[in-house]
C-alpha cells in the first residue's frame, strides 16, 4: 500500500502559491500540456484550481522547438569522484 496521499482536492488546497516567471509555464506553452501536472510551480496557466486537472491546449503548434533539456556534460568518472568528494581540484596560476 502507498503511504503517499493521492487526494488531489486536499493537495489543491495545500498547494504552495506558484513561483512567478513572466509568460507561465514554459512546457505547456511550447508543448500545450504539462507533464508536471498539479505539481507544476508554474501550474497557474495550465491548472483548474478548483479540481486539480490538467488542462492541455485543443491547438499545439508543432513547429515550436521545444526547450533543450538538462544535460550533465560531465563524464561518470567525475561525477563519481565529485560526489565522493576525491576530485582533486587544481588550482591554475
Known sequence: KCKYSHDLKAFMATRP???PL???CPNYNAR???????M??????????????NI???E?????????PTVSLLP??????LRKRMYPFKCRT
Open 40 to 53: 507544476c510551480r508554474f501550474g497557474a496557466s495550465h491548472i483548474n484550481m478548483a479540481t486539480g486537472d
Open 17 to 19: 502559491n506558484d513561483l
Open 60 to 68: 499545439v503548434d508543432d513547429s515550436v522547438p521545444l526547450p533543450d
Open 76 to 81: 561518470k568518472d567525475v561525477q563519481s569522484k
Open 22 to 24: 513572466e509568460g507561465g
Open 56 to 58: 492541455t491546449k485543443p
Open 32 to 38: 500545450g500540456y504539462c507533464i508536471y501536472g498539479a
